[in-house]
């Protein structure tokens, strides 16, 4: 089994940086895909930034250049770099694995950003 713990959420004025992180456990880490998803109130949960097991990296438009993705294998964590952040931003955070037959989903961390 695996289980994944986010941190590194709160509040932030307009313009700020968070780096959220995302510890796994288990061994299967480095073998597959990382990604970070937000769900704000009353949408839907959307994908933000992925990376690849060989760190090939892929951002939603609105974050590109401005948010990165990265992952330390050696300790089985996955960050999100957040810079220039926006009220827009503002959502709980999920990290999430995927392997070929699940894919596997952290509690979330709630990120704020005020005006």
């Known amino acids: 089994q695996v289980q994944l713990v986010e941190s590194g959420g709160g509040l932030v004025q307009a313009g700020g940086s968070l780096r959220l992180s995302c510890v796994a456990s288990?061994?299967?880490?480095?073998?597959?895909?990382m990604g970070w998803y937000r769900q704000a109130p009353g949408k839907q949960r959307e994908l933000v930034a992925t990376?690849?097991?060989?760190?090939?990296?892929t951002y939603e438009d609105s974050v590109s250049g401005r948010f990165t993705i990265s992952r330390d294998n050696a300790k089985s964590t996955v960050y999100l770099q957040m810079n220039s952040l926006k009220p827009e931003d503002t959502a709980v955070y999920y990290c999430?694995?995927?392997?070929?037959?699940?894919?596997?989903w952290g509690q979330g961390t709630q990120v704020t950003v005020s005006s």
């Open positions: 990376i690849t097991a060989r760190g090939r990296t």
């Open positions: 999430n694995l995927q392997t070929i037959i699940r894919s596997y």
């Open positions: 288990g061994s299967i880490f480095s073998s597959n895909a």
